[in-house]
C-alpha cells in the first residue's frame, strides 16, 4: 500500500505527480473526475439509528445515547438537510463547470449514509475515471474535518479493490480561500446592520463565531505538529485567524455600523470570541471550550444586548446549524433577552462555488504557491497533508490517503 522515495512515505493511491509528498504540488494533473465527500445524513425516522450506529461505530456508545441525539433528527422527521444540501452543491459545482467550459465530472458520496465513498469509487469506475480529486466539505484541519475523509478514502479503496488503479489526491484545506471566506463577510455585514436597526450600539453587540468542539486531544494534533499551534492545534489557530479577517472586513463599511467614521470607514469597535458546539463526549474527556450557550449567559450578565451568531465552521445549514444554533442558542438569547441573528453559511454562494472549482484547478494546472489565494497568514493551505497530521490516537493508526504517512 505505499511506496517510499528514501525521504516520503506516501499512499500508492496518490496520482504521480504527488507521490513524493511535498508540501505543495506544483506539476498539472489530468484529473477525470471529482469526487465530492461529505458526512451524510439520514432522509428518514427509520435511518437514524442505523446512520448514528455508523457515526459512533467503535466508540461503544450505548443506544440510550443514541435516542438522546436521536430527537434532534426526529424533531425535522428524520431527515437530515445535509444530503439535499449536497445535492445543491453538486449541482451548483456542475453548473459552475459548465458554464467555464470545464469537462470534469462530480461524484458524490458520504462517509456514514448512502450514498458512500465507496459507492462513489464503484461508480467512478464503471465511467472510467482512475484520476480522482476530491473536495471534503470541510475547510478546516482536524481528525474530523479532514484526516477521517481521507482515512474513508483508502478504506474505499480496499473496499472496492480499485487500490491499484484508481488515485485520489484532495484539495487544500480551504479555511482562508477567498470563496469560502466571502460568504462569512456579507453575511456578518448584514448581522450587524439589522442588530443596528433594532437600535443595539457596538457596545451592547458581540459576535461569536461558533464552530464544531472536538476532543482536546484531538485540537492539539491537528496540523502539523512542526508548525507549533499550542494546545489548541492548527484547528482553533485557523478558526481565529478566519474571524479575525471576517471581522476587519466587516467592520469597514461605515453604513451598516454604529459609530463609524464616514471619512476612514473605521467603527467602533465590536466584541467578537470563538465559541464551540455541538460537544457529544462524555464529561471525563476534556473538549474545546466554551460552550456557545455559556458564553450568551456570561455575556448576557455583561450587559451584551445583542449577539451575532456566525457558524464559521460549517459550510451548509445541516443538523449542527439547525439544531445547536437555530434551535438551542436561540431560545437561550431569548431566555437571557439577549437579541440574536444567525447569519447563513456559505451553502451555495456563488463564491463559494466558485472557489471550490479554483481549488481544483490549483491542482489540475499546477499553480504555483505565490499565485494560490489566502485570506491569513496560515495558508495557502498543504495539499499532501504532513506526517502525522490531526491523526486520532485514540483509535489507533489508520491509513489515509492524499497525506505523508503516518
Known sequence: ???????????????????????????????????????????????????????????????????????????????SPINDQNRELKAALEAELERRGIDLPVIWGNRNWTPYVRDALTEANERGFTKLIAIGTSAYSSFSSCRQYREDYA??????????????????????????????????????????????????THVLFSTHSIPSSDAERSGPASRGFGPEGAYAAQHLAVAEVVMHEAKTVPELVEGADASTGSATEIAWSLVYQSRSGPPSMPWLEPDINDSIAE?????????????????????EVKWDLDTEAMETSAEHDVFAVRVPTPGVHAAYVSGLIDLVLERRDGVPVE??????????????CRPGCCENKRAGFKPALAGVLP
Open 299 to 319: 455575556l448576557a450578565g455583561k450587559g451584551i444586548k445583542a449577539v451575532v451568531i456566525v457558524p464559521l465552521g460549517f459550510v451548509s445549514d445541516h443538523m
Open 371 to 384: 499565485d494560490r489565494p489566502a485570506m491569513t497568514d496560515l495558508g495557502p493551505w498543504y495539499d499532501v
Open 155 to 204: 478504506i474505499a479503496l480496499e473496499e472496492t479493490g480499485l487500490g491499484d488503479t484508481m488515485s485520489i489526491d484532495k484539495v487544500r484545506q480551504f479555511f482562508d480561500h477567498p470563496g469560502f471566506v466571502q460568504p462569512f463577510i456579507d453575511g456578518v455585514k448584514q448581522g450587524l446592520a439589522d442588530v443596528a436597526a433594532k437600535g443595539f450600539t457596538p457596545e451592547q
Open 1 to 79: 500500500m505505499t511506496i517510499s522515495n528514501g525521504e516520503y512515505v506516501v499512499l500508492n493511491a496518490a496520482s504521480a505527480e504527488a507521490a513524493s509528498g511535498a508540501e505543495h504540488v506544483t506539476t498539472p494533473v489530468d484529473y477525470d473526475a471529482i469526487l465530492l465527500a461529505s458526512f451524510g445524513g439520514p432522509e428518514g425516522q427509520d435511518d437514524v439509528i442505523p446512520f448514528l450506529r455508523n457515526v459512533t461505530r467503535g466508540r461503544g456508545i450505548p443506544e440510550e445515547r443514541l435516542e438522546e441525539v436521536a430527537h434532534h433528527y426526529r424533531a425535522f422527521g428524520g431527515v
